[in-house]
C-alpha cells in the first residue's frame, strides 16, 4: 500500500509540473490527461490491495476410507492417478506344519519410500501412531520390504517386526506426482492368526489413506478431511473385499 500511495503522489507531482505547458491547451484535453493520471494511480492502489490481501494457498488432505482384507497382494494408488505408489502382499509359505513362515510386505514404486523402524533384528517399515508427523527430511528409504515375519522350526516359532499384531497402525508415505514429492499415509491392522494346530498367518487389513494435495507440505498421521475412526468400503476396493 505504500508504493502504491508513494507512485499516486508522484504521478500526481508530474501532472502538476507539467501543468504550465497545458494552460494554453484545450480544456477537453486538460481534463483527459488528469483523469488518466487519477486511473492509473487507484489502480496501481487496487492492485497492491487484492495483491496483499490474497488468502496464501492452503495445505487439503485427501482422505480415502477403505475396509480391505489382504489376502495376497493390494496396489496402493494414494491419489487415484492410475499409478500404483505402494504394493501391499502378505504371503504365507508352508511346505509342513513344522516349515513355514509367512510375513507381509510393502514395495515402494521407483522414487517412493516408507518411514523407516530400527531395532536388533534390523530395519522396517514404520508402525506409527496417530498423529506422527509425516514430512520432509532424510528419514525415508525406498528399500525396506518385509513389515512383519513369522515362522515355524519345530519345535520353536518367531515372529519379529513391528506391524506384528498391531490394530489400526500407519505406514508414513512419501511419494511422487508429476516429480514432486508428496506424503501420505496408509492405516493398517495386522494381526497372527492362530488355530488349534498354532499360529501360520496373518490377516491384514487396509482401513484407509489419505495425501496432501500440496507438495513438500507434511502431514500428520490419521490426519483426514473425512470419516476417520468409522471406515466405508471403498468402491473401488470392492473386488478385494471378503464377503
Known amino acids: 500500500m505504500k508504493f502504491a500511495r508513494v507512485t499516486a503522489c508522484r504521478l500526481n507531482e508530474a501532472f502538476m509540473k507539467s501543468s504550465t505547458h497545458l494552460d494554453n491547451a484545450a480544456p477537453s484535453l486538460y481534463e483527459s490527461v488528469y483523469r488518466r493520471l487519477n486511473t492509473c494511480a487507484i489502480t496501481a492502489v487496487v492492485a497492491v490491495a487484492c495483491f496483499a490481501l490474497a488468502p496464501p494457498v492452503e495445505a487439503k488432505v485427501v482422505y480415502t476410507p477403505a475396509n480391505v482384507v489382504i489376502q495376497s497382494s493390494y496396489n496402493l494408488d494414494l491419489n487415484h492417478d492410475g499409478i500404483t505408489d505402494f504394493t501391499i502382499q502378505n504371503i504365507g509359505k508352508f511346505t509342513n506344519r513344522c516349515n513355514e513362515y509367512a510375513y507381509v510386505d510393502e514395495g515402494p514404486a521407483s522414487g517412493n519410500g516408507v518411514v523407516p523402524y530400527y531395532d536388533i533384528n534390523g530395519e522396517w517399515p514404520a508402525a ?3 498423529g506422527a508427523r509425516i514430512g520432509s527430511g532424510p528419514q525415508f528409504e525406498g528399500s525396506l520390504a518385509t513389515m512383519a515375519f513369522f515362522s515355524v522350526n ?5 515372529s519379529a517386526g513391528p506391524w506384528v499384531d498391531v490394530v489400526q497402525h500407519y505406514l508414513g508415505l512419501r511419494f511422487q506426482v508429476n516429480g514432486l514429492t508428496h506424503y501420505g499415509w496408509a492405516r493398517l491392522t495386522v494381526l497372527l492368526h492362530c488355530g488349534r494346530g498354532g499360529c501360520g498367518s496373518f490377516v ?5 489413506y ?34
Open 128 to 130: 506409527l501412531t496417530q
Open 210 to 243: 489419505a495425501y496432501e494435495t500440496i507438495a513438500g507440505e507434511s502431514i500428520n498421521a490419521g490426519q483426514t478431511n473425512g470419516p476417520q475412526d468409522d471406515p466405508i468400503p471403498n468402491p473401488e476396493d470392492s473386488s478385494a473385499v471378503l464377503p
Open 204 to 208: 491384514v487389513t487396509l482401513t484407509g
Open 154 to 158: 519345530c519345535p520353536f516359532e518367531h
